[in-house]
Nanobody, 124 residues
Framework: VQLQASGGGLVQAGGSLRLSCAAS????????VGWFRQAPGKEREFVSA????????VYGDSVKGRFTISRDNAENTVYLQMNSLKPEDTAVYYC??????????????????WGRGTQVTVSS
C-alpha cells in the first residue's frame, strides 16, 4: 500500500489546517492509522491514531483538545483536523498504517507503511 499525506502549508498561529492521508494500492481494511510529526533537529513525535472503525482514537499530550483525527474508509482517507495551531506545531507530518488493527500504538515502530510527509509551518 502507498500512503500520501497532503494538506500542509503555511498558517498563522491560531489558524487551522486539515491534513489528509490517502491510501492507494490497497484499502485501509482493518488497519489503525497514525499521524506523527518531526521538526528539524528533533525526534519523530506521535500525534494521533485511530482504529479501523474510527470508534477509538488517541492523541499526544501536546495536541489534545486542538487536533481531531477521523477517517472515511469508503474514501480510503484519514484526516487530521488541526485547530488553534501554534508555532511549535511546525513540522513535517507523516501518516502511517499499522496492519495489526486495534492497538492504537503511539510508537512509530508499530507502523509498517509510511507515507511521504507534508510540511506544516505555523508563523507567530
Amino acid at each position: 500500500v502507498q500512503l500520501q499525506a497532503s494538506g500542509g502549508g503555511l498558517v498563522q498561529a491560531g489558524g487551522s489546517l486539515r491534513l489528509s492521508c490517502a491510501a492507494s494500492g490497497r484499502t485501509f481494511g482493518y488497519w489503525d492509522v497514525g499521524w506523527f510529526r518531526q521538526a528539524p533537529g528533533k525526534e519523530r513525535e506521535f500525534v494521533s491514531a485511530i482504529t479501523w472503525s474510527g470508534s477509538r482514537t488517541v492523541y499526544g499530550d501536546s495536541v489534545k483538545g486542538r487536533f481531531t483525527i477521523s477517517r472515511d474508509n469508503a474514501e480510503n482517507t484519514v484526516y487530521l483536523q488541526m485547530n488553534s495551531l501554534k508555532p511549535e506545531d511546525t513540522a513535517v507530518y507523516y501518516c502511517a498504517a499499522n496492519y495489526v488493527g486495534g492497538q492504537l500504538a503511539t510508537t512509530d515502530r508499530a507502523y509498517e507503511s509510511w507515507g511521504r510527509g507534508t510540511q506544516v509551518t505555523v508563523s507567530s
